[in-house]
């Protein structure tokens, strides 16, 4: 069989897919990884087939900055304007692209994660959506607002099958789902990854050279990674009497955070695998992958959702008493230390974050799920 793997340039948006992906070249399938030009590195250096398919994130990034905001936009449709400008627009160059490759080497399953919107022109057998995280309210509703964007450029697309009934693999644990919100109707769940170690991966010597007992991994993603947005958290942490790990991602420079307090240590990239074992809690954006990766290893979170399903994820965190979530009106350096402070001195969170942990750990591996997979195209 052929797998083709369609992602947005967001490295929080197609590393969780690489689980399955895996699993199913490790079954002796095809496997391609579609994605913007920002992670085809990334997913080459983990041994998968890679295409570069439309614009890049600065591209994106770009287009978002100048949009027309209409006088009076309120929030909501400020929300839906932007996640069509930073989903639905690219989406047309990436489906161009998808069926120029896909001429002559036609998948037979689509695997999309929930955010990208061009695998639907693919003729295949069967479209799987890939989820990310809790559920986004109306994100069905908003799938489709953005489909008919790019319907409007490009027809009819291949798929037709509604998203809610669309093949949906969720890796969000029972207990982090809210009750009666489930929109999709055929669903598959899988465990989340904690994270894997690359040939080459390696502990760098200047976090292992970190003068505390305890340590606190930051990160805020691959999209709102500029120095200037960790000023307030990294403030808030080095004053505390714990080693600090923030990565920023490749597309940042880790010297533009100079200077460093002596308990901090800032890389591009840190293999979760090798990292998390030595944590003690994570701050972060409230990015499913981070979380799923901080709670597959049995990690209490601080939250700091900036935006689309961030507010989702941090909300079940907080329900399962697994983490304080703090709102963009209420972060500043004291609330970060505070909580930073609570979640790791308080063994509640870590006791909440182990029952996750249990759970996630019980759920179908990869494996299981390529097969169930195989199943729906037979």
């Not at 961030?310 to 970060?336: W, Y």
Request: aromatic share 6%; hydrophobic share 45%.
């Amino acid at each position: 069989m052929r797998f083709l793997f369609t992602s947005n340039p967001l490295v929080g948006h197609w590393l969780p897919m690489l689980p399955l992906a895996r699993a199913a070249q490790q079954a002796g399938h095809d496997v391609v990884v579609a994605a913007g030009p920002d992670v085809v590195g990334d997913i080459e250096r983990r041994g998968l087939t890679a295409w570069s398919i439309g614009p890049d994130l600065e591209t994106i990034q770009a287009g978002m900055r100048g949009r027309l905001r209409a006088a009076g936009e309120s929030d909501a449709e400020r929300t839906v304007a932007d996640g069509m400008a930073m989903f639905a627009v690219p989406a047309i160059d990436r489906a161009r692209d998808l069926l120029k490759r896909t001429d002559a080497w036609r998948p037979d399953i689509v695997v999309q994660e929930i955010y990208e919107l061009a695998g639907t022109y693919v003729p295949a057998d069967l479209h799987v959506l890939h989820g990310l995280g809790a559920h986004y309210p109306n994100f069905v509703m908003l799938r489709e607002l953005g489909l008919d964007h790019v319907r409007s450029t490009l027809g009819e697309s291949a798929w037709r099958v509604p998203a809610a009934e669309t093949v949906y693999i969720d890796t969000f644990p029972p207990a982090l789902q809210t009750p009666n919100d489930q929109p999709f109707t055929d669903v598959i769940a899988m465990r989340a990854d904690a994270g894997e170690v690359r040939p080459g991966d390696v502990l760098p010597a200047s976090v292992a050279a970190l003068p505390y007992e305890r340590t606190v991994y930051l990160t805020l993603g691959t999209f709102f990674n500029a120095a200037a947005e960790f000023a307030v958290p990294l403030a808030a942490l080095s004053e505390l009497p714990i080693n600090v790990v923030v990565t920023c991602g490749y597309g940042a420079d880790p010297a533009a955070f100079a200077p460093l307090a002596s308990n901090v240590v800032v890389e591009q990239y840190v293999s979760h695998a090798l990292l998390l074992p030595r944590c003690s809690a994570v701050v972060c954006h409230a990015g499913a992958g981070t979380i799923l990766g901080a709670l597959a290893h049995g990690l209490p979170l601080v939250c700091l959702p900036r935006g689309a399903d961030q507010f989702a994820n941090a909300e079940q965190v907080s329900r399962t008493g697994a983490g304080i979530t703090l709102m963009p009106d209420h972060v500043s350096v004291k609330s970060i230390g505070e909580a930073v402070g609570e979640v790791i001195d308080d063994p509640s969170y870590a006791a909440a974050a182990a029952k996750l942990k249990i759970e996630i750990d019980r759920l179908p591996g990869p494996s299981a799920v390529v097969e169930e997979v195989l199943r729906r195209v037979g």
